[in-house]
Every structure is written in structure tokens, then in C-alpha cells.
């Protein structure tokens, strides 16, 4: 049964249309339209928007691809020119520089399709598809084996990629397979063998492989209104627990085992500690929230300080679980 197909014409780059586009400087630049398309390559594209934290630059040039072909034809652009590429998905584990992203962004977003199949009880989705959406669909089927997902605001495509997870489950659990773009447009189908999965990560993460989509194993057959009285409560737990009245990225640091990250910063009295517009939340401490007017440069010296802070007392190093994009080298002087 399919959910949903997203539509959208194929991106070729056989020839290029331009129009004059004036942007925020007042510097005129070319908005980039592949022929008979709705895809367009634009200049100077602010992110932060796209991203969870609402912080960051602009993307040197940006697509958002709506299916598999306009993806191909969006590496194709870039390898042509020699342009550094980074993929965007629902910018919800990111933290982009106020200086922004040189080279090409690729968002995929817009790369959206779920199929449940019930003779194998397998969901195929593409890398764009809301991960708390695919999880009320689920449970709305009577399938089990997402529930725990509900508060994870990701893509898809992201999750494989970082290993999500929540309630001692992750995607690695229920993984059977993804596909993945290379920068020279072939496809190839991973294991999660071949994929090196870890505790909040894989093999894919730094890489230049792009997900364009997943499948999963779940159970179903089973009653639709417990697996959404189970989903339900996850999603209260999820909302009593960590902070949702301001923008965050999710969890910042990867937990050191035997410890919690936040537990370990809380213990080192940072609950609150606040520079520029960015404020360690107080209902859980690893978080960060923009209370308002944070810049990314705000929200990476928190970092560094909580980093540094708790080395000094624990002697642990708190290791970042959200990804950073761009420069920061000199953000806190």
C-alpha cells in the first residue's frame, strides 16, 4: 500500500536556463532553472529556516530536489563545476555557521514515498519522508516496531545515516536495507553490515554517499488502537521530559556510557547557563534552546563551554552528537 509519491518533473542539466535573481546585498546572481523542470539551483540561500535551531548563513547555492533523477542530475551539476556538496534533510540534528556553506546544499526533503508491504511486513520509504509522520501511519495500520520513533523530528534519510534512536531502540534494530547515491550518480544497495552501525552512528556520516532511501522491518497484524495508545505514550513521555517551547537540534552530546550526558552536565551546575540567546535548557540539560536571537556561533561556544566545563570536573569528554556545518574555528575568540 502506498502512502504517499511526491511529485515532480526530472532535473536534467543538458542545458541551463538563468534569470537575473537580486538578492539581500543588492549583488544580482543567477537563479539556475534546469529546462522543463520546477528544480532550480538558487544563489544565496539562507538556511536557517531549514534547520531546527533557526540559526546559520546561506548556502552558496541550494536545490531541493523532488525525486531520484533530479538528484543525479544535481550531483552531475556540481561534479561538473567541481563544487563541494553537502545534504541537507529536515535540518534537525544541524547546527550551520553564520558564515553558511560554501559549494553546493542539496536538500532532500522534498524526496518523499512510503510503501508498506504486507506480505513481508516491510515499510520502503525515501529519504525525505518525516519520521514521527511514518510512525503514526504505522500505527495507524496496526504495524509495530516504531513506536519509540514518535519524537524523533528527522527525515528518513537522516536517521540511517546517524543511527537514531530512542528507549534503547534504534534504526540499526530494523534496518533491512538503504540505497545510496554516490557523487558520481550510481546506486548501491547497503546491509547495515555494510554499513558499520554504531551507537549513533555509521559509516555514512562525514561521507559523501547520499541515503535516497530505506527499508524497515516491522510486525503487523496487529490492533491499530493499542500500537497508537503505545505511540501516544511515547510521545507524552517524549514532551514531559525535553524542552519543545523553543528551537533546539534534540540531544547535543552522545551519551558516555556508563553516564548521561545531560546528567553529567546538570551535576556540573550548567541547567540554565545562557550565552547570547542560547541557554542550556532546564528541563533537560542536554539540550541547548535559542531562546530567542541565538546565533550559531551562540549555540557553538556553549558547546565549547559545557565541553570544557565538564572535562574539568568528570574528565570526560563529551562528544557531539549534533553535526556541525561550516566554520567555526573563531566563533568564541
Not at 16 to 43: F, G, M, R, W
Not at 108 to 114: A, G, I, M, N, V
Request: net charge positive; proline share 5%; with cysteine.
Amino acid at each position: 500500500m502506498t502512502i504517499s509519491q511526491a511529485a515532480g518533473n526530472v532535473c536534467t542539466v543538458s542545458t541551463l536556463n538563468t534569470k537575473k535573481h537580486q538578492t539581500t546585498n543588492s549583488v544580482e546572481s543567477e537563479v539556475i532553472y534546469l529546462p522543463n523542470t520546477d528544480c532550480a539551483i538558487k544563489p544565496q540561500a539562507s538556511l536557517s529556516a531549514f534547520t531546527s535551531y533557526r540559526v546559520g548563513g546561506a548556502a552558496d547555492l541550494y536545490v531541493a530536489p523532488r525525486n531520484l533523477e533530479a538528484l543525479q542530475a544535481s550531483l552531475k551539476y556540481a561534479k561538473e563545476r567541481d563544487l563541494k556538496v553537502t545534504t541537507l534533510g529536515a535540518g534537525s540534528n544541524l547546527l550551520v555557521s553564520d558564515r553558511g556553506i560554501s559549494g553546493l546544499v542539496i536538500a532532500t526533503r522534498h524526496l518523499r514515498f512510503s510503501n508498506f508491504d504486507p506480505d513481508k511486513g516491510q515499510l520502503t520509504v525515501a529519504a525525505g519522508e518525516s519520521i514521527p509522520s511514518l510512525v503514526w501511519a504505522a500505527a495507524e495500520l496496526g504495524w509495530q516496531g516504531l513506536e519509540w520513533a514518535v519524537g524523533i523530528p528527522g527525515t528518513a534519510g537522516g536517521a540511517v545515516v546517524m543511527n537514531a534512536g530512542a528507549h534503547n531502540s534504534c534504526i540499526a534494530d530494523m534496518l533491512v536495507s538503504a540505497q545510496v547515491l554516490s557523487p558520481d550518480g550510481t546506486l548501491e544497495t547497503l546491509t547495515p553490515n555494510q554499513l558499520g552501525y554504531s551507537y549513533r552512528t555509521s559509516l555514512l556520516q562525514g561521507g559523501d554517499r547520499i541515503v535516497t532511501q530505506a527499508t524497515l522491518q516491522l510486525a503487523p497484524g496487529a490492533d491499530p488502537a493499542k500500537v497508537v495508545a503505545i505511540t501516544k505514550q511515547h510521545k507524552k513521555h517524549r514532551l514531559s521530559t525535553q524542552p519543545y517551547n523553543f528551537p533546539s537540534c534534540g540531544s547535543v552530546f552522545r551519551n558516555p556510557k556508563p553516564y548521561s550526558a545531560g546528567w553529567l552536565i546538570e551535576q556540573t551546575g550548567l541547567k540554565g547557563y545562557q550565552i547570547g540567546g542560547a541557554q542550556v535548557a532546564l528541563l533537560h540539560a542536554n539540550f541547548i534552546v535559542n531562546r530567542g536571537g541565538a546565533k550559531a556561533s551562540d549555540i557553538f561556544c556553549l558547546i565549547r563551554h559545557i565541553q570544557h566545563q565538564v572535562q574539568e570536573r568528570w574528565a570526560i569528554n563529551l562528544e557531539p552528537e549534533v553535526k556541525m556545518l561550516g566554520e567555526f574555528q573563531s566563533a568564541c575568540g
